[in-house]
Each structure stands twice: as structure tokens, then as C-alpha cells.
């Protein structure tokens, strides 16, 4: 099993910037990725960006490409996600999850094996 905490969620202005934090514990593997999702209200969760622990290989969404940066602490298991020049369309909750057996980053939910509970985040007009 594996645990997995975010925390770094609030609330910003359009521009503003916030860095959320998804810590692992448990039987995790150097040969997981770790996704973050997101889920605006009445929509669908959809991928926002990833990482394979083993080798850094990330992947985005059009949507976070060169406003968001992933980045993983491997002493800490703890998968970083900093995002800048927020917009309200980033509005949602943000879950990070683990895929363990990764050879690539996966964007569907289903190839997913463990979530975090979900931050929320919120950017105003």
C-alpha cells in the first residue's frame, strides 16, 4: 500500500502563485510515476502533469505547459508541483496519485493505483 498526502492548496489571484506537495509513504518504487490531477466542479478529473521517479521523465498538459513545473525529492518521496501565473480555469481539487509499475506517464485516472485525499485550489478574477 501506499499512502499519499497533499497539502500546499488555497486560494490566489489570477497571476499568483502556489506550490503544492504530495508526500508518499509506504511500499513505494522507484519504478512509480506520480501524476497530479485536477477537478474543477461538474467536470471530469483530468491529467495535469507527471513524473517517473526513476529517470525524471515529466510529461504535461497543454494547459500547464510553461506555467507549471514538477519536480520529485527522492529523500523525501515527496513529488513537488509548483504553479505560477495561475488562472481561474486552474480552479479545482488537486489530487496526486501513483502509478507503480510506470514506463510511461499515463494520463487517463485509471492507470492510476493510489490517490491523495485532494487539495483545493482556488484562483480569483
Known amino acids: 500500500q501506499v499512502q499519499l498526502v497533499e497539502s500546499g492548496g488555497g486560494s490566489v489571484q489570477a497571476g499568483g502563485s502556489l506550490r503544492l506537495s504530495c508526500a508518499a509513504s509506504?511500499?513505494?518504487?522507484?519504478?512509480?510515476?506520480t501524476g497530479w490531477f485536477r477537478q474543477a466542479p461538474g467536470k471530469e478529473r483530468e491529467f495535469v502533469v507527471g513524473i517517473i521517479w526513476s529517470t525524471g521523465s515529466t510529461a504535461y498538459a497543454d494547459s500547464a505547459k510553461g506555467r507549471f513545473t514538477i519536480s520529485r525529492d527522492n529523500a523525501k518521496n515527496t513529488v513537488n508541483l509548483q504553479m505560477n501565473s495561475l488562472k481561474p480555469e486552474d480552479t479545482g481539487v488537486y489530487y496526486c496519485?501513483?502509478?507503480?509499475?510506470?514506463?510511461?506517464?499515463?494520463?487517463?485516472?485509471?492507470?492510476?493505483?493510489?490517490w491523495g485525499q485532494g487539495t483545493q485550489v482556488t484562483v480569483s478574477s
Open positions: 509506504g511500499r513505494t518504487s522507484s519504478r512509480s510515476a
Open positions: 496519485a501513483v502509478d507503480r509499475s510506470a514506463i510511461v506517464i499515463q494520463t487517463t485516472t485509471r492507470m492510476y493505483d493510489y
